[in-house]
Protein backbone atom coordinates (compact mmCIF):
# COMPACT_ATOMS: atom_id res chain seq x y z
CA UNK A 1 0.00 0.00 0.00
CA UNK A 2 1.50 3.35 -1.15
CA UNK A 3 1.53 5.42 2.45
CA UNK A 4 2.35 9.16 2.43
CA UNK A 5 5.70 9.98 4.67
CA UNK A 6 5.23 13.86 5.22
CA UNK A 7 6.91 16.90 7.51
CA UNK A 8 4.74 18.77 8.83
CA UNK A 9 5.57 21.41 6.63
CA UNK A 10 4.65 19.38 3.85
CA UNK A 11 0.84 19.00 4.72
CA UNK A 12 -1.50 20.60 2.18
CA UNK A 13 -5.64 19.39 2.95
CA UNK A 14 -7.22 17.01 5.07
CA UNK A 15 -6.02 13.47 4.99
CA UNK A 16 -8.46 10.82 5.65
CA UNK A 17 -6.40 8.44 8.02
CA UNK A 18 -3.15 10.56 9.65
CA UNK A 19 -0.57 8.89 12.10
CA UNK A 20 1.63 11.58 13.90
CA UNK A 21 4.86 10.35 14.91
CA UNK A 22 7.15 11.62 17.48
CA UNK A 23 8.94 9.10 19.16
CA UNK A 24 11.30 11.38 21.01
CA UNK A 25 9.51 12.28 22.93
CA UNK A 26 5.83 13.04 23.12
CA UNK A 27 3.76 10.10 22.03
CA UNK A 28 6.63 7.83 24.35
CA UNK A 29 5.38 10.14 26.84
CA UNK A 30 1.76 10.35 26.07
CA UNK A 31 1.79 6.37 26.33
CA UNK A 32 3.20 6.44 29.74
CA UNK A 33 1.04 8.66 30.65
CA UNK A 34 -1.92 7.29 30.60
CA UNK A 35 -0.24 3.95 31.79
CA UNK A 36 -0.09 6.06 34.66
CA UNK A 37 -3.53 6.53 35.05
CA UNK A 38 -3.94 9.56 32.87
CA UNK A 39 -7.47 9.03 31.54
CA UNK A 40 -7.22 11.78 28.53
CA UNK A 41 -4.79 14.14 26.75
CA UNK A 42 -5.46 17.50 25.47
CA UNK A 43 -3.02 18.85 22.91
CA UNK A 44 -2.19 22.67 23.57
CA UNK A 45 -1.10 24.45 20.65
CA UNK A 46 1.06 26.87 22.84
CA UNK A 47 2.51 26.94 26.53
CA UNK A 48 0.05 29.74 27.54
CA UNK A 49 -2.57 28.29 25.87
CA UNK A 50 -1.59 25.10 28.42
CA UNK A 51 -1.33 26.90 31.66
CA UNK A 52 -4.66 28.70 30.89
CA UNK A 53 -6.34 25.13 30.08
CA UNK A 54 -4.89 23.86 33.74
CA UNK A 55 -6.01 26.70 35.52
CA UNK A 56 -9.58 27.01 33.70
CA UNK A 57 -10.08 23.43 35.28
CA UNK A 58 -10.01 21.87 38.48
CA UNK A 59 -7.78 19.16 38.63
CA UNK A 60 -6.03 19.37 35.24
CA UNK A 61 -2.40 18.78 35.18
CA UNK A 62 0.19 20.50 32.31
CA UNK A 63 3.11 19.09 30.67
CA UNK A 64 5.77 20.49 28.22
CA UNK A 65 8.85 20.15 26.45
CA UNK A 66 11.96 21.61 28.66
CA UNK A 67 13.13 22.05 32.12
CA UNK A 68 10.65 22.36 34.59
CA UNK A 69 9.13 25.70 34.87
CA UNK A 70 6.09 27.27 37.32
CA UNK A 71 2.38 26.45 36.36
CA UNK A 72 3.72 22.96 34.80
CA UNK A 73 3.13 19.64 36.78
CA UNK A 74 5.52 17.51 34.74
CA UNK A 75 8.05 17.50 31.43
CA UNK A 76 8.09 15.81 28.66
CA UNK A 77 10.71 12.84 29.57
CA UNK A 78 8.87 9.23 29.91
CA UNK A 79 11.79 8.18 32.78
CA UNK A 80 10.42 11.08 34.84
CA UNK A 81 6.93 10.29 34.34
CA UNK A 82 7.00 6.37 34.57
CA UNK A 83 6.72 7.37 38.68
CA UNK A 84 3.86 9.51 38.46
CA UNK A 85 0.45 8.83 39.74
CA UNK A 86 -2.10 10.46 37.85
CA UNK A 87 -4.83 7.99 38.14
CA UNK A 88 -8.06 10.12 36.52
CA UNK A 89 -6.11 13.06 36.00
CA UNK A 90 -6.22 15.22 32.69
CA UNK A 91 -2.82 16.25 31.63
CA UNK A 92 -2.40 19.15 29.20
CA UNK A 93 0.55 18.46 26.87
CA UNK A 94 2.21 21.10 24.68
CA UNK A 95 5.66 19.97 23.00
CA UNK A 96 7.93 21.26 20.09
CA UNK A 97 6.67 18.85 17.54
CA UNK A 98 4.28 16.14 18.28
CA UNK A 99 1.45 17.97 19.82
CA UNK A 100 1.96 20.65 17.03
CA UNK A 101 2.08 17.64 14.25
CA UNK A 102 -1.25 16.58 15.62
CA UNK A 103 -3.00 19.83 15.93
CA UNK A 104 -2.15 20.58 12.08
CA UNK A 105 -4.17 17.43 10.96
CA UNK A 106 -6.97 17.41 14.22
CA UNK A 107 -9.73 17.89 11.47
CA UNK A 108 -9.02 14.31 10.24
CA UNK A 109 -11.46 11.93 10.48
CA UNK A 110 -8.96 8.96 11.96
CA UNK A 111 -6.04 10.45 14.14
CA UNK A 112 -3.59 8.45 15.73
CA UNK A 113 -0.36 9.60 17.43
CA UNK A 114 2.36 6.67 17.78
CA UNK A 115 5.69 5.85 18.65
CA UNK A 116 7.24 2.00 19.17
CA UNK A 117 5.69 1.95 22.63
CA UNK A 118 2.35 1.49 20.94
CA UNK A 119 3.58 0.89 17.09
CA UNK A 120 1.84 -2.72 16.99
CA UNK A 121 -1.18 -1.74 18.39
CA UNK A 122 -1.27 1.23 15.83
CA UNK A 123 -0.67 -1.23 12.95
CA UNK A 124 -3.29 -2.93 14.38
CA UNK A 125 -5.52 -0.79 14.59
CA UNK A 126 -5.07 0.90 11.03
CA UNK A 127 -5.58 -3.31 9.45
CA UNK A 128 -9.06 -3.12 11.38
CA UNK A 129 -10.05 0.24 11.41
CA UNK A 130 -8.67 1.86 8.16
CA UNK A 131 -8.72 1.21 3.98
CA UNK A 132 -6.21 2.94 2.26
CA UNK A 133 -3.24 4.79 2.18
CA UNK A 134 -1.93 6.38 5.55
CA UNK A 135 -0.50 9.72 5.82
CA UNK A 136 2.22 9.52 8.30
CA UNK A 137 2.76 12.86 10.02
CA UNK A 138 6.82 12.46 10.77
CA UNK A 139 7.38 15.37 13.18
CA UNK A 140 11.03 15.25 13.98
CA UNK A 141 13.47 18.19 12.05
CA UNK A 142 10.82 18.74 9.72
CA UNK A 143 9.96 15.39 8.16
CA UNK A 144 13.51 14.34 8.69
CA UNK A 145 13.94 12.73 11.91
CA UNK A 146 15.11 9.49 11.39
CA UNK A 147 13.77 7.76 14.32
CA UNK A 148 9.93 9.40 13.41
CA UNK A 149 10.74 7.86 9.74
CA UNK A 150 11.58 4.68 11.00
CA UNK A 151 8.68 4.37 12.97
CA UNK A 152 6.39 4.81 10.46
CA UNK A 153 7.33 3.19 8.21
CA UNK A 154 7.92 0.15 10.75
CA UNK A 155 3.89 0.58 11.34
CA UNK A 156 3.39 1.23 7.19
CA UNK A 157 5.29 -2.47 6.67
CA UNK A 158 3.52 -4.41 9.65
CA UNK A 159 0.04 -3.04 8.25
CA UNK A 160 0.54 -5.03 5.43
CA UNK A 161 0.63 -8.35 7.73
CA UNK A 162 3.85 -10.88 7.58
CA UNK A 163 6.59 -11.25 9.73
CA UNK A 164 8.21 -7.51 10.07
CA UNK A 165 11.62 -7.67 12.15
CA UNK A 166 11.77 -4.67 14.39
CA UNK A 167 15.37 -4.92 14.91
CA UNK A 168 16.49 -2.76 11.57
CA UNK A 169 13.70 0.15 12.72
CA UNK A 170 14.88 0.19 16.41
CA UNK A 171 18.27 0.67 15.20
CA UNK A 172 17.47 3.61 13.27
CA UNK A 173 16.19 5.33 15.78
CA UNK A 174 18.84 4.28 18.40
CA UNK A 175 21.57 6.01 16.01
CA UNK A 176 19.48 8.84 15.22
CA UNK A 177 20.56 12.39 16.13
CA UNK A 178 17.91 13.09 18.27
CA UNK A 179 18.95 9.91 20.46
CA UNK A 180 22.61 11.54 20.87
CA UNK A 181 21.24 14.53 21.67
CA UNK A 182 19.45 12.60 24.52
CA UNK A 183 22.21 10.86 25.54
CA UNK A 184 24.28 13.57 25.90
CA UNK A 185 22.10 15.48 27.68
CA UNK A 186 21.75 18.40 25.04
CA UNK A 187 17.76 18.22 25.77
CA UNK A 188 16.42 19.48 29.04
CA UNK A 189 14.11 17.65 31.26
CA UNK A 190 15.82 14.67 30.61
CA UNK A 191 16.38 11.32 32.42
CA UNK A 192 19.22 9.26 31.67
CA UNK A 193 17.02 5.93 30.55
CA UNK A 194 14.94 8.10 28.28
CA UNK A 195 16.34 6.78 24.76
CA UNK A 196 15.65 3.19 26.43
CA UNK A 197 12.07 3.92 27.06
CA UNK A 198 11.88 5.58 23.70
CA UNK A 199 13.12 2.21 21.88
CA UNK A 200 11.01 -0.18 23.87
CA UNK A 201 8.77 -1.98 21.28
CA UNK A 202 5.17 -2.79 22.13
CA UNK A 203 5.84 -1.49 25.68
CA UNK A 204 1.86 -1.08 25.57
CA UNK A 205 -1.21 -2.74 24.08
CA UNK A 206 -3.06 0.19 23.25
CA UNK A 207 -3.43 2.83 20.84
CA UNK A 208 -3.67 6.27 21.08
CA UNK A 209 -6.60 8.12 19.25
CA UNK A 210 -7.18 12.13 18.69
CA UNK A 211 -10.79 13.56 18.82
CA UNK A 212 -12.25 16.98 18.58
CA UNK A 213 -13.89 17.61 21.84
CA UNK A 214 -15.89 20.62 22.53
CA UNK A 215 -13.52 22.35 20.69
CA UNK A 216 -10.15 20.90 22.47
CA UNK A 217 -8.05 18.44 20.32
CA UNK A 218 -8.14 15.20 23.09
CA UNK A 219 -5.83 12.09 22.82
CA UNK A 220 -7.54 8.59 24.31
CA UNK A 221 -6.05 5.28 24.52
CA UNK A 222 -8.12 2.97 22.58
CA UNK A 223 -7.85 -0.88 23.39
CA UNK A 224 -6.77 -3.19 20.87
CA UNK A 225 -7.12 -6.68 20.47
CA UNK A 226 -3.98 -9.06 21.23
CA UNK A 227 -1.09 -8.32 18.83
CA UNK A 228 -0.43 -11.61 16.54
CA UNK A 229 2.88 -12.16 15.97
CA UNK A 230 3.15 -11.38 12.43
CA UNK A 231 3.55 -7.23 13.97
CA UNK A 232 5.59 -8.21 17.00
Known amino acids: MDHHFVGIPELTGVPRVAVVIDVMRAFTVAAWAFSRGVERIVLASTESEALA ?23 N ?6 SCDF ?5 VQKTTAGTVGALA ?9 ASFVVAGP ?8 ASGPVTFVVTGEGGQADEDLACAEYIGQSMAGGDVEAAPYIHRARTSRAAADLAGGLRSGY ?5 D ?3 EI ?3 SFAMMARQEESLTVLRPVAVPDIPSSIR
Open 87 to 91: AGRTL
Open 105 to 113: VANAPLVLC
Open 191 to 195: HPDDV
Open 53 to 75: LKESRSGWLALKDGAPAAGFDAV
Open 197 to 199: LCL
Open 122 to 129: TALFLQTK
Open 77 to 82: SPGLLR
Open 202 to 204: DRF
